[in-house]
């Protein structure tokens, strides 16, 4: 996956709350979630099985920690603006590939809600390190990336994507990491067309295991359309996604289905009742529609029975 050189970076959808503390620990610390945390052994199997890919800690989890940014915490926009203001400064420097991967999903959106006579209400990527307050409360870089409903941004400890790697066994590289942030875009998309509240439940077929699923489509669609969306330069931002970047992004999709997690991280048995997620190859199949198909309107699984 790389960059037009040339093309436009808008820094100011991503903003940097690294280093500047209070948010809690680091990875191995406590999730600040429903008045209490977790213990280490259940932190790994929390981690992504409760988490990645979904909405933040509730608005309800007993008042711990909100308030969106804590006092002492800053947001610096100014070093990613300087430093991150083209295509050619993204395919050199990570912090900029990340700027870049979240210009090109909200154009998408954009875009896409335009077509249909819609706004599309864009929504701030904030990296932090360690721990973090947020409109949903608080959480450490445990609790994986996820996306807050009641602020509308996009949280993630960028170590995450080692953490893919080393625990998890996946692949990683750029296209992984776009994969990721395009799900947690797909989270807004649904928070802004109200289909969030239909993300209740658990199990096989619950309507948590289908929001995420809808969310991996909606990923796939942007995959599809990157190569082609105009920025406000009028210039596509990617220029190309490989057959390697697709097969890495399925890769990972396969590492962190609920069967995956459960069977290979959790002990060896798989509970389909405490599904929220879906299975690998559920995951992989969603991603593939919206990637195949690149039709938004193709990633409705609240109106199928066959989920995969």
């Known amino acids: 996956m790389r960059f037009d050189d040339d093309a436009g970076l808008d820094a100011s959808e991503v903003q940097d ?17 429903g008045g209490g945390g977790l213990g280490v052994v259940g932190l790994l199997i929390y981690f992504l099985m409760s988490q990645f890919g979904g909405t933040g800690p509730s608005p309800a989890a007993g008042g711990i920690g909100l308030g969106d940014v804590s006092s002492g915490q800053q947001l610096d926009a100014t070093t990613l603006a300087q430093k991150c203001r083209t295509g050619a400064d993204a395919n050199r420097d990570h912090d900029c590939a990340v700027v870049a991967v979240v210009n090109s999903i909200q154009d998408y959106w954009t875009q896409e809600f335009s077509r249909s006579g819609q706004t599309y209400r864009k929504a701030t990527t ?49 296209f992984t990491e776009a994969y990721v942030l395009a799900h947690e875009y797909g989270h807004h998309v649904q928070n802004l067309t109200g289909t969030s509240k239909r993300g209740t439940g658990s199990g096989p077929t619950s309507g948590s295991v289908r929001l995420e699923l809808q969310a991996d489509c909606y990923a796939g669609v942007w995959a599809n359309h990157a190569t082609t969306t105009p920025t406000e330069s009028g210039k596509p931002l990617v220029q190309d996604v490989t057959k390697d970047d697709i097969a890495r992004a399925l890769d990972t999709a396969a590492r962190i289905g609920d069967d995956y997690i459960q069977s290979k991280l959790g002990g060896g048995d798989v509970d389909e009742s405490k599904f929220s997620h879906g299975t690998s190859k559920q995951r992989e199949k969603w991603f593939t529609t919206g990637f195949q198909t690149g039709q938004p309107a193709r990633c409705n699984t609240f109106s199928t029975n066959d989920l995969g």
Request: positive net charge.
């Open 17 to 33: 709350m690294r280093g500047s503390g209070g948010g809690g620990g680091g990875i191995g610390g406590r999730v600040a979630l």
């Open 126 to 174: 904030r990296f932090f390190s360690g721990g973090v307050r947020t409109g949903c409360g608080s959480a450490t870089s445990d609790t994986g990336p996820f996306y807050c409903p009641a602020d509308s941004h996009v949280y993630i400890d960028l170590t995450f994507f080692n953490e893919l790697k080393t625990r998890f066994g996946a692949q990683g590289g750029l």
